[in-house]
């Protein structure tokens, strides 16, 4: 697999994907045989983690992994990104270990799931059909996919192999990020490693007749709302689950593993306006800390369920005790 240069939740069980582990960003027709591929390599456990939010059941499933290399982090230089993820247990020889964690919202009438990752575009993934096939679920039974935004790596799954693969759902996308990743103009500008990204959101707009382009905070069905995280891209969202006095914030990129909370002017290099990045963290992460909010992050080590919590002046990320939550 090609490098990407800067051009071009009550049972836990342990992460168990082997295989490679290098970024890459990959044609239809390679997506596909590196999904193929990833479903053949041996596999402890298909890991997923459940926990109760009132009347919702909230499943943390994966699609897999791939290793960031230690120079896509702005902000910090290749050797001290390297070093904190020594420290943190999260170095690979590659880079750091990035999960791609999705979330499946359920209260008995209705399953919402949140993002539906890579599927094989980005490192070892694609392994997301599989964690809903061990749940009973085949994707056609879901009602609604809510994307927190356009990178490739959130809407994979949804146009792998050019179809429709959710049919029977409603797509929830921010108008910005609909408006930003099908503008030829913006396509023209931008990079090489986000063209995948653009072409993607391009087959998702046709893919998806019921896609449904929101306008900032609203609500998607009682207990499930949309929470404004621009800046990572420009129609950036986050998701809040909220019944019976107990809620969770799924907040996709606004934490990385390594940087963050505890750095704010560090970024990733896919972030589009670093500036506004910036100064949503520097909003999020205190507020996120006051209320002692339960957050899942995309990209944290499975199930990327914790807490931004303030330790004399400085914000850390603490795991969350969430097997034991009541």
Known sequence: MPQLSRRAFASALPLGLIGGSLLGVLGESAARAATQEAAKAPVAVTPFAQIRIGRFTVTALTDGYADMPYDYFPGRSAPEVEGAASAQFTARPSGVRFLFN???????ERRILIDA????SIGQTGRLPQALAELGLQPDKIDAVIVTHMHQDHMGGLVLGGKNNYPGAELYIDRRDIAHWTDPVKRNGAPDYLQTSFRMAEEVVRLYPRLQAIDGEREIMRGVSIVDLTGHTPGHIGVRVEDGGKSMIM???????????AATDVFFLFEQDRAAAKAMRDRFFPRAASEGALIAATHM???GLGRVVADHGEMRWQVADWALQD
């Open 301 to 303: 080590p499975f199930p």
């Open 117 to 120: 990752g890579a599927a094989g």
């Open 102 to 108: 999705q979330y499946l919202v359920e209260d008995g």
């Open 251 to 261: 907040v996709s990129d606004m934490i990385f593993p390594v940087v963050h909370p």
